[in-house]
């Protein structure tokens, strides 16, 4: 069988290591070991290379390096923002407002919460994903402690208007996070200028390894940890910090915003063509997310008449990394929460596709995709039950 290449398009999910990444953490990992807490000069080398990286992160995103808090990634940033908030705020009230699409990071932190007696507010989006800032002036009350809205949704790319969420939750003087973790490295994040009092962002998903992750708090937010142990961090995440996970970190994410504006302007046009060319191959789509406030590598579409989990599966087949917002297989039955939040019906949900472009990504991949996906479509139709119902009775067919 003729070797051929994988075309990873699923860079939402995770991203490959990018190989300057890879140089810095092999040589944390077998020449710079030090425990950055310790006073002698080796341990104080992997602090130093600790505190450059806390440095680049910051400047990255426009905030001061001593604002940088470590975590194991983005789970763990976005639970310690509403965990950490909850606590430290309790006297003020009990109520967050958040919406029906954040990542689960967020909704199963914030349903923890309710379980233990806090007031959550899951707001509404439009067709689009785009928050309704109406709702969101309207559902604040004495008792709000934290507003917490992604900066862009992981499975349809939308971008929300995190700068004036970001002045209502001034006026109202409450806290707002956001979880920033795929528009970082994407578009651009001025996390002053959006008015954030705390973000979360990961390593593994703009080219740097797994594991390693970082909540921004500005200084002055009353917030208490979720980890308790030695005095890193601020004081705020207990723990050995991972060195070679945050020095890759710190490379990563110096390499995706250096590179952002180039990168961006050749991954949408490719995602442009690889929609395009979709649209005119593939009978019965529909494309998710906002047509122009969306992430230049993310394409979410539903195909009518098809299994979400069984294109993907064929899709592999043919050497190509994608993922579905369908959950046939996981015991809730339950289609993606943000599809069915933009308005989806249950049926369209469960064949749906996403397909996001990364770094490595060529015209010639999305020539091979135009290719073969309409194909695995017509292959899978032919054996939907669903598809034959639907074109009997439209009397194209006389048995189903
Ligand atoms: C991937 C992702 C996370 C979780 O980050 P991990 O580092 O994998 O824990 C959180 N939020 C969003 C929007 C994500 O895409």
């Known amino acids: 069988m003729q070797m051929r290449k994988l075309i990873y398009l699923d860079n939402n999910a995770t991203t490959q290591v990018h190989p300057e990444v890879a140089e810095i953490m092999d040589y944390c990992l077998t020449e710079c070991f030090g425990n950055p807490s310790t006073i002698y000069s080796f341990g104080k080398k992997a602090k130093r290379l600790m505190d450059e990286s ?11 390096s001593d604002e940088i808090v470590f975590t194991s990634g983005g789970t763990e940033a976005d639970n310690l923002a509403i965990f950490g908030i909850a606590k430290a705020n309790r006297d003020k009230g009990k109520h967050i407002i958040t919406s029906k699409i954040e990542h689960h990071a967020i909704i199963n932190s914030c349903k923890a919460l309710e379980k233990d007696g806090s007031e959550i ?7 689009y994903g785009i928050v309704n800032l109406e709702q969101l002036e309207r559902s604040i009350k004495r008792e709000t402690i934290l507003i ?10 939308t971008i929300e208007p995190i700068a004036e969420i970001g002045r209502i939750a001034r006026k109202h003087k409450i806290y707002f996070h956001s979880d920033t973790v795929q528009a970082v490295g994407k578009i651009r994040v001025d996390l002053k200028e959006m008015n954030l009092d705390m973000a979360s962002i990961s390593s593994h998903k703009i080219h740097g390894p797994k594991g390693v992750g970082a909540l921004y708090v500005k200084k002055g937010t009353r917030i208490k940890p979720i980890l308790y142990g030695g005095e890193q961090e601020h004081r705020l995440r ?3 910090e991972n060195v070679p996970g945050i020095a890759g970190f710190g490379r990563a994410i110096e390499l995706a915003v250096g590179e952002m504006e180039k990168e961006a302007a050749k991954l949408s046009q490719l995602r442009d063509k690889l929609q395009k060319g979709l649209s005119e191959r593939v009978k019965y789509i529909i494309f998710n997310g906002h047509p122009t406030e969306r992430l230049p590598n993310t394409i979410n579409c539903a195909i009518q008449f098809i299994e979400g989990e069984s294109l993907i599966l064929k899709l592999d087949d043919l050497g190509i990394c994608a993922s579905t917002g369908s959950a046939c297989s996981s015991a809730s039955l339950e289609p993606s929460h943000v599809l069915l939040a933009i308005g989806l019906a249950h049926e369209a949900a469960h064949g749906s596709l996403r397909l996001s472009l990364g770094r490595d990504t ?3 991949d999305i020539d091979y995709v135009l290719d073969v996906l ?9 054996f939907s039950p669903p598809y034959k119902e639907f074109l009997r009775k439209r009397g194209l067919i006389t048995k189903a």
């Open 54 to 64: 806390r440095e680049k992160i910051a400047k990255m995103i426009n905030a001061a």
């Open 121 to 127: 507010t899951y707001l509404d989006v439009d067709k």
């Open 148 to 157: 917490s809205i992604m900066h862009a949704n992981n499975e349809i790319g």
């Open 238 to 240: 207990a723990g050995t």
């Open 362 to 364: 060529t015209d010639e």
């Open 374 to 382: 309409p194909k695995a479509v017509e292959e899978l139709r032919a």
